[in-house]
């Protein structure tokens, strides 16, 4: 949010994230643009594991990291650092066949990933559990899964609501990608303006125990907030840190740059410049290569 209300006058050079989970000592830090997770983690005593996972962005809708040289750009969220055998990493490596076929015996229909579902209480027409019913009866066309287009991907049906582990947020998913490749929309979808004022205060996630559900509960999820910008020699600026168009590099090798120097601007098409942002060294130095995207700025 800091950035978002920053970037109107200023480079996005510099982010905060926070380091948890399984390391030594969970931390808060001020880092550039540009240095790798390890180095973050690094920094915050490094993991007390023996296998260590990155899951960035959150435990819920964040992602498994396997490179734990990738590089923060202005949209990487926190970094949770877990164990290999940790339910949520163990979660995020099932692939779409297994998803399906455990779906397809495992699914009793309880429907209570619908009836915690945020979106269905807010009145949306989404039913996670007669998308899973799509996974065994599929003879009825698109009616059990036309209102996966609303689902936000929040993870709760799968991670919280789901009394055998099944995963319907990955269901829904699936659906409403194909529904949108193929163009397929829900023309006047019916709206229930009078469920969130029945339902809401009710069927609220109790935070503890979602934390201990999800195997959170024996890490010491605090991370105090370290003022000091993380020291670093060498970043990396990826030329696609957001939606649209990747940059075009405006500076080459051996060019000498300034902290909060455009090093990526925005391609021009037909005369006008194509959707995206432009991105900016964050470390003083020399650009030492630019390649497979990235422009590679060491301190000098």
Not at 84 to 89: F, G, I, K, S
Not at 95 to 123: K, M, Y
Not at 145 to 173: H, Q, R
Request: charged residues 25%; proline residues 7%; hydrophobic residues 40%.
């Amino acid at each position: 949010a800091m950035n978002v209300a920053r970037a109107a006058d200023r480079p996005v050079t510099e982010k905060y994230l926070t380091i948890a989970g399984a390391v030594a000592n969970p931390v808060t830090l001020r880092v550039p643009v540009g240095v790798t997770l390890a180095e973050c983690v690094a920094a915050a005593g490094g993991p007390t594991v023996p296998d260590a996972n990155y899951v960035v962005g959150g435990v819920m809708m964040g992602y498994l990291e396997p490179n734990h040289d990738a590089l923060v750009d202005k949209t990487t969220g926190g970094v949770i650092v877990l164990p290999d055998e940790h339910v949520v990493v163990r979660r995020r490596r099932q692939d779409w066949r297994e998803i399906v076929r455990i779906g397809r015996s495992a699914c009793d229909q309880c429907s209570f990933c619908t009836e915690l579902c945020p979106r269905w209480l807010l009145g949306h027409p989404i039913e996670p559990h007669r998308a899973m019913r799509s996974l065994a009866f599929n003879l009825v066309g698109e009616s059990n899964v036309i209102g996966t287009a609303f689902c936000c991907e929040c993870n709760l049906c799968s991670l919280y609501s789901c009394p055998e582990d099944l995963d319907p947020k990955n269901v829904c998913t699936q659906n409403k990608r194909r529904l949108a490749a193929e163009k397929k929309r829900w023309d006047n979808p019916p709206f229930n303006p009078s469920r969130p004022e029945v339902h809401l205060e009710n069927r609220k996630a109790p935070m503890g125990r979602l934390i201990q559900k999800l195997g959170l509960h024996r890490f010491h999820n605090v991370g105090p907030l370290e003022a000091n910008l993380l020291e670093t020699r060498k970043v990396g600026i990826g030329l696609k840190q957001h939606l649209g168009a990747p940059c075009e590099a405006v500076v080459r090798v051996g060019d000498r740059v300034a902290k909060g120097e455009q090093v990526g601007r925005r391609p021009v098409a037909d005369g006008k410049p194509a959707l995206g942002a432009p991105v900016h060294a964050s470390l003083a130095g020399t650009v030492t290569a630019i390649g497979d995207g990235v422009v590679w700025i060491e301190k000098s």
